[in-house]
């Protein structure tokens, strides 16, 4: 019994770490630039679409023998051109994500070093990566930190400074601005194949859909209490990097050990992804280790070079891609799965087929208006 609570609770402390990442720090720069209002729209429909593709996602790992990654289940119930696009989906996503962190890393870095350092953002973002690129050849992993703790001492301190004049109920014009962001701080596909792994018994597989439950009540709890924080403080200020618009608020001893914190994690969780990118060329793409370190590293450091440096670009973009993609990858293997799965699962969703296809047009015209 006392087992099955710990691997419950490790089980939910894996997708929790999973979706929150650097994408939290993106959320209130959008919404204080959209408004309160659309803010809160997207937390309530792209939370719903993505905890039931979530749950999807651990119901077709449930229905399928040995395990599986979501490459070779798109290949297993989709065949190859499943595989082909969630191999593409793959390589922008996660080379997207090391981009994202290599550019908020840099700022956080700034902050932590601009009272010794005079020096652009990019000089410090180059050294975050060449020093973390290190660890990615050398195969080795941090133990940070979880964001949960940073954001929670902001939250403290910043709690007496909110003034509600700060908040904007709509504006138009930046109505669309939040979607790629928000949904790119949704989404943890990675972990549910991990939390399969973790709750191996039938009696701890029940726990399964309560795992995914409970880490979306959870997490977009935070991150509805973390945005209502700092653009209750910052107001218009609110930066992109959320450290910069507190600044004036907090003082510049809250924000150093804080910038700090947060480039801590962020090195961690650059870490993760990068080797799990890196394993996945070394083993399901037959690249040498030395080869796959090289573009790991190398790709988004070309794509930094050449001028890609907008983090909210940046990961809004990568959240589009990903969750139209992958997002429909997922709906359509959920839907062969429930006809062809090899065993019984612990949990089974009565999902008409109307709304697998709403749920999927959902996300094409998500996506549309982010291009557009």
């Not at 082909?84 to 989906?89: A, Q, Y």
Request: glycine share 10%.
């Amino acid at each position: 019994m006392l087992g099955s609570k710990k691997n419950f609770l490790f089980a939910l402390s894996i997708l929790i770490g999973t979706i929150v990442g650097a994408g939290i720090f993106g959320i209130p720069y959008v919404v204080s630039k959209s408004g309160i209002i659309p803010g809160f729209f997207y937390f309530l429909i792209l939370g719903a679409v993505f905890l039931l593709i979530h749950l999807f996602y651990g119901e077709i790992i449930l229905r399928t023998k040995g395990r599986h990654h979501l490459p070779s289940l798109a290949n297993l119930y989709l065949g190859k051109k499943g595989k082909i696009l969630i191999t593409f989906s793959t390589l922008i996503g996660l080379t997207g994500t090391l981009l994202a962190y290599i550019i908020i890393g840099g700022d956080f870095l700034k902050i932590v070093f601009s009272p010794y350092i005079n020096a652009p953002a990019l000089y410090f973002s180059l050294s975050f990566l060449l020093i973390l690129s290190f660890f990615v050849f050398r195969g080795m992993k941090l133990i940070a930190p979880t964001e949960i703790v940073t954001n929670l001492v902001i939250f403290l301190f910043a709690l007496p400074n909110i003034n509600v004049q700060n908040f904007s109920l709509i504006n138009l014009s930046d109505s669309f601005l939040p979607y790629g962001v928000i949904l790119f701080s949704l989404i943890g596909f990675t972990a549910i194949p991990e939390i399969g792994g973790i709750l191996k018994t039938t009696e701890e597989r029940k726990n399964f859909r309560k795992v995914i439950l409970f880490s979306f009540l959870i997490i977009i709890s935070l991150y509805i209490f973390f945005t209502l924080t700092v653009v209750g403080v910052s107001g218009e200020m609110t930066s992109p990097d959320v450290f910069q618009g507190l600044l004036p608020f907090l003082g510049p001893g809250i924000i150093f050990w804080g910038a700090l914190a947060a480039v801590v994690t962020l090195a961690d969780s650059f870490l993760a992804i990068a080797l799990y990118l890196r394993d996945t060329l070394v083993y399901d793409y037959k690249f040498s280790k030395l080869t796959a370190g090289l573009f790991t590293c190398g790709l988004p450091l070309i794509l930094f070079l050449i001028g890609f440096r907008s983090f909210i670009g940046t990961i809004g973009f990568v959240g589009t891609i990903i969750g139209l993609i992958e997002g429909i990858i997922i709906i359509l293997i959920f839907k062969k799965a429930k006809e062809l799965g090899d065993r019984q699962p612990e949990y089974s969703l009565k999902i008409p087929a109307f709304l697998l296809y709403f749920l999927i047009t959902l996300l094409l015209l998500g996506a549309v208006s982010q291009f557009v």
